[in-house]
């Protein structure tokens, strides 16, 4: 009896002990991989240089409208107003008229495009069980707007930073554009949008953000190298 007893602790400590090295060899395996792949991956594109690549490519769909890097709404408005920045803006900017009607418009011919966008958008909120929006939805949401498309792209930024460009993008735009360029910002940017939505559900007072879509950088590279 004993001597079964001894033999079966053996089995299970050779076992324990496969299993622990074959865990380790795994472990192993994987953290090579990482540093291979890090080894090979392109560093991220930099802030100013992604801006103007985006600028380049939203050129394809508005021909000929007003499109800025680095946008300031309200330059000359005074020193006693908040000045913010945004990263890319497509106009034609409202600074001086309104521009409902051209808006409209441009939305409408651009649909595809914009629907792609909203598509995507989709995709990210399903997973917090967000109310889905559609074109019909934030076409008409924001008609004074001070620009067409406003975005807003962020990569490694606070939360009150986040919550920043969700409030500029959506006051500023017919339609804000949130790119996460991280899955941290994106979460950000998402619960955010719930956040503000619950606020109006309760009746506490809030921001509507029912323009603002959020989608990764990935995503919109995609829409926007779509035909």
């Known amino acids: 009896m004993t001597?079964?007893?001894s033999a079966a602790a053996q089995k299970a400590a050779v076992t324990r002990k496969r299993r622990v090295t074959g865990?380790?060899?795994a472990k192993t395996k994987k953290r090579r991989a990482a540093r291979r792949e890090a080894a090979t991956r392109k560093p991220n594109m930099g802030e100013r240089e992604y801006q103007d690549k985006v600028k380049a490519k939203l050129e394809r769909f508005y021909k000929g409208e007003q499109i800025e890097v680095q946008w300031y709404p309200f330059r000359g408005e005074g020193l006693r107003i908040y000045g913010p920045i945004v990263d890319v803006a497509v106009g034609p900017f409202a600074t001086e008229q309104r521009y409902e009607t051209r808006y409209d418009e441009l939305?409408?011919?651009t649909r595809v495009f914009v629907e792609r966008l909203i598509e995507k958008h989709n995709q990210n909120v399903e997973a917090e069980e967000v109310e889905q929006t559609s074109f019909d939805a934030i076409a008409s949401f924001n008609r004074n707007a001070r620009c067409l498309l406003c975005i807003e792209v962020e990569e490694s930024g606070t939360r009150k930073h986040c919550l920043g460009d969700l409030v500029n993008a959506s006051a500023l735009g017919r339609i804000g554009l949130l790119i996460a360029r991280s899955q941290q910002v994106l979460r950000i940017f998402v619960r955010q949008r719930v956040y503000l939505r619950y606020l109006a559900n309760v009746g506490k007072?809030?921001?509507?953000?029912?323009?603002?879509l959020v989608l990764t950088a990935q995503q919109f590279d995609a829409c926007l190298s779509s035909d």
């Open 3 to 5: 001597a079964n007893r």
């Open 23 to 25: 865990q380790k060899a």
């Open 107 to 109: 939305l409408h011919k």
């Open 205 to 212: 007072n809030t921001f509507r953000t029912d323009n603002a």
